[in-house]
């Protein structure tokens, strides 16, 4: 069992930059991980996923702009979230599955609660 905690989010003026963490407890080699967001009146969508072993994809709409990474140590992964945009406001999820990676929000099993993100 995985249990996902999000934190870092906030209010940024546009162009801004933020860092989001996600602390796992129960996190396992064989899980990937990865950061999905949700807009007002919108499906959640995948943003980025990274592997145990390290590899990572990205959505269209924020490669070049944002970069997932994890601190195994600290059984925390992060999203450094660049040049931001408007759009970019939403809500910010942390999730995991005992899987192979996938960017398809419905093939997690375990959620954070989420942490917001505004730009104006």
């Known amino acids: 069992q995985v249990q996902l905690v999000e934190s870092g989010g906030g209010s940024v003026q546009a162009g801004g930059s933020l860092s989001l963490s996600c602390e796992a407890s129960?996190?396992?080699?064989?899980?990937?991980m990865g950061w999905f967001r949700q807009r007002l009146g919108k499906e959640r969508e995948g943003v980025a996923v990274?592997?145990?072993?390290?590899?990572?994809g990205y959505d269209e709409s924020v490669k070049g702009r944002f970069a997932i990474s994890k601190d195994n140590t600290k059984n925390t992964i992060y999203l450094q979230i660049n040049y931001l945009r408007p759009e970019d406001t939403a809500m910010y999820y942390c999730?995991?599955?005992?899987?192979?990676?996938?960017?398809?929000?419905?093939?997690?099993?375990?959620w954070g609660q989420g942490t917001q993100v505004t730009v104006s």
């Open positions: 990274i592997g145990n072993e390290g590899s990572k």
């Open positions: 999730a995991a599955r005992d899987g192979a990676c996938a960017i398809s929000a419905k093939m997690y099993d375990f």
């Open positions: 129960g996190y396992t080699d064989t899980a990937c």
